[in-house]
């Protein structure tokens, strides 16, 4: 039987990148997307695809957006019941929050209804994969991955390595990271949609020794990601300094230790050297701009434009819970208001492609997710333009589908998503 539906509304796709031309030259809009098989399997007119699936079912969302769903590139599960803690800076914010937090990842029931409830909240908004860091625990990991597998969702993750400046139960040790998170790859990943990320926290939490294991680990195994943090807060870079004498500077603790490469993702990185741009530039390492979680914790103006005219690989994410919204479409202004301090405001083509095509670059998953291409799997939502009464007037007066998406960036949330579908089905 013909498993193919047809949905019919404002199927917004991108054929290139908004920021190498005019923004909204990169993007197009068809009638409709054919999904068969879990999979995108045309786009066009209606005629055109009713034409070529005769027995397809046809689901008419009127003048609603359909989309790709929404890519996270830097979340902490871990930290989803202690988002919005107020008034810290970050080491004093990872002491007082997030460590005792995560320490009760040691409980696997809890971590289990932790995944289930980060799941939920996350495809309410929208978002259909993200890389997240797990905790030291290693069932905090197979509690992640065991719920998004029954969902059928695309996930990387990672066992979160750290063997100095962290409590007591949340230290592992260099051998046992090295252990733990062999295991758990070699359990996870490339099973079902499931992508293992290896992940020591940042350097500041990991002894030398720590960081050359989790290296010679990634050098095993080249196919994997490798997430970390770099250069978020000025008071942490100059911890750095005093923990690594040696290094050049903040990327150099990395790259000294085999953790820079084209499938690193280094979240924040804010407050960069030059040789540190480079070096990122060179090697095609993913820079992951986590705007609330910025501003939240105070740590700066991440310089978007600047970074994307030098052809850096950057991805956009919430930083759960450092961020402080779930949401990828409050992510999205946010990043606008940071591009507004720095004079350079980014338009709603390029926070869009950003949200999913280039968080999906960024984990190297492009040719898969991220965008409606024929071929690509099937995970898209349905975006309600006039989800609130202040979107819909101004909606309402909106001149071009660009206005009326800028609003619901600006001003939606889980309200503005009305269907989220994964691997071709409505969840
Ligand atoms: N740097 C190291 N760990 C963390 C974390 O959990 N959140 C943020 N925002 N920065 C970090
Ligand atoms: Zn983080």
Redesign the pocket.
């Known amino acids: 039987m013909d498993d193919t539906t047809i949905l019919k509304g404002q199927v917004l796709s991108f054929d290139g990148s908004p920021f190498d031309a005019p923004p909204t030259e990169a993007a197009r809009i068809d009638q409709a997307v054919a999904i068969s098989g879990g999979r995108i399997a045309a786009l066009g007119a209606t005629d055109a695809l009713t034409r070529a699936y005769p027995q397809a079912r046809i689901e008419d969302r009127g003048d609603r957006v359909i989309m790709a769903g929404f890519v996270d590139a830097h979340v902490?599960f871990p930290?989803t019941a202690m988002i919005a803690s107020w008034g810290k800076r970050?080491i004093d914010w990872?002491n007082t929050y997030?460590f005792p937090e995560e320490m009760r990842f040691a409980d696997a029931d809890y971590a289990a209804e932790i995944a289930a409830r980060y799941l939920d909240l996350t495809a309410a908004h929208g978002t259909t994969t993200m890389c997240s860091?797990a905790t030291i625990h290693p069932q905090s990991v197979d509690a992640f991955f065991t719920e998004a597998q029954r969902r059928g969702q695309r996930v990387v993750a990672g066992k979160t390595c750290m063997d100095r400046n962290a409590p007591e139960g949340l230290r592992d040790t260099p051998q046992s990271a090295y252990d733990d998170s062999k295991a758990l790859l070699a359990r996870w990943h490339g099973v079902d949609r499931i992508g293992y990320a290896i992940t020591p926290?940042?350097s500041p939490?990991s002894t030398p020794e720590q960081l050359e294991a989790m290296g010679a680990l990634w050098a095993e195994h080249p196919d994997c990601l490798m997430q970390t943090?770099l250069s978020?807060q000025v008071d942490e870079i100059a911890w750095v300094k005093s923990l690594y004498p040696e290094a050049r500077d903040y990327l150099d603790t990395y790259e000294a230790h085999g953790l820079l490469g084209a499938r690193g993702l280094y979240?924040?990185a804010i407050h960069l050297e030059p040789r540190e741009q480079d070096r990122l530039r060179e090697v095609g390492g993913a820079l992951v701009h986590?705007p609330t979680?910025n501003t939240f914790?105070g740590s700066g103006l991440f310089d978007m434009a600047g970074l994307m005219a030098q052809g850096q690989t950057v991805g956009l994410a919430t930083?759960t819970g450092?961020g402080s919204s779930f949401s990828m479409l409050r992510t999205m202004a946010a990043a606008y208001e940071i591009g507004q301090l720095r004079g350079t405001p980014l338009h709603a083509a390029q926070l869009l492609w950003l949200a999913t095509v280039g968080s999906a670059r960024a984990l190297h998953m492009d040719g898969r997710i991220g965008n409606l291409q024929v071929g690509h799997e099937a995970d898209l939502i349905v975006l309600d333009l006039a989800s609130t009464p202040a979107i819909a007037q101004r909606t309402a007066q909106a001149k071009d589908i660009w206005e009326s998406l800028f609003a619901t960036i600006m001003m939606g949330d889980d309200r503005a998503i009305a269907e989220t579908w994964i691997a071709g089905a409505s969840r």
């Open positions: 902490h930290q970050l990872l997030t860091f926290r940042f939490t943090h978020e979240g924040h986590c979680s914790i930083d450092g």
